[in-house]
């Protein structure tokens, strides 16, 4: 006679949330990357018939085109800005203590606070007053802001599991501090910074409510799609975010087969 031992409610009940929750993220974008295959001009679930049709569209619309490609441009360079500033910010806090390191801390992390409609509408007075006029290094300097505390937090939590023993040993053998950290630690963070670097990409290049503010022509890929929305409601923005949907499930994939997923903080 076999006995098998009872099962954790809580254990049940935190499972069943869990696939709840799960549904509940992953049906809406399976409903929009559907729709995406509609032979018809409307946004329907299920399709009415099945066609490229949008896919193809999404080239001749030169206005989205040309969206993706700034918006690329910007994640682009945000995010190797973003990193490199992250990075020597989350050292200096990590390995030193100094007055007003905490207050620091909320400085940078209050992007994440403030409303992104008062940030774009704060930045969009200040831009005007200063007679700031060049649209992309505006949506550069906010996009930066923007993108910082992501990967602040993701290099600061990878560098808190760094013993920095290590580093002082490497020095005590006669290695620079700049050595040391090219050698001994940035091997150890480097799942976090790739970590910090996607975070970083994934939230300029998805931005709207705060870039909406700053853009007047050659706006930015959400943006360009707000619009196309407000004048067209045929299926070609399904079809570019099913794209995105398998480019992103892709680069997670990626992501899991190069670093691990478990170890992304």
Do not use: C
């Amino acid at each position: 006679m076999s006995y098998s031992a009872p099962r954790d409610p809580i254990r049940i009940g935190i499972t069943a949330i869990s696939f709840v929750v799960l549904a509940a993220i992953t049906t809406p974008l399976l409903v929009t990357a559907i729709t995406a295959f509609n032979a018809t001009t409307e946004t329907a679930f299920p399709p009415n018939g099945w066609s490229l049709r949008w896919f193809e569209n999404i080239f001749n619309r030169p206005e989205l085109i040309a969206g993706f490609w700034l918006s690329l441009k910007l994640a682009l360079l945000a995010s190797a800005i973003t990193i490199t500033l992250a990075t020597t910010t989350a050292l200096i806090m990590t390995r030193h203590a100094f007055p007003g390191r905490d207050l620091l801390d909320a400085v940078l992390m209050s992007p994440l606070i403030v409303p992104q409609v008062i940030t774009g509408l704060s930045f969009l007075i200040f831009f005007v007053r200063v007679e700031a006029n060049s649209q992309f290094w505006n949506l550069l300097l906010v996009h930066v802001l923007l993108t910082l505390p992501y990967a602040l937090r993701v290099v600061r939590s990878s560098l808190l599991r760094v013993n920095p023993k290590l580093e002082e040993a490497a020095m005590g053998l006669g290695a620079s501090p700049l050595v040391s950290f090219f050698r001994i630690t940035l091997p150890q963070i480097r799942a976090g910074l790739f970590v910090a670097l996607f975070f970083s990409f994934v939230v300029s290049f998805d931005n709207f409510t705060a870039t909406a503010f700053l853009t007047t022509s050659g706006a930015t890929l959400p943006v360009e799609m707000f619009l196309y929305i407000e004048a067209s409601l045929d299926p070609t923005i399904s079809a570019i975010s099913a794209l995105m949907i398998i480019s992103t499930t892709v680069f997670v994939l990626f992501v899991d087969r190069l670093v691990g997923i478990n170890r992304i903080t």
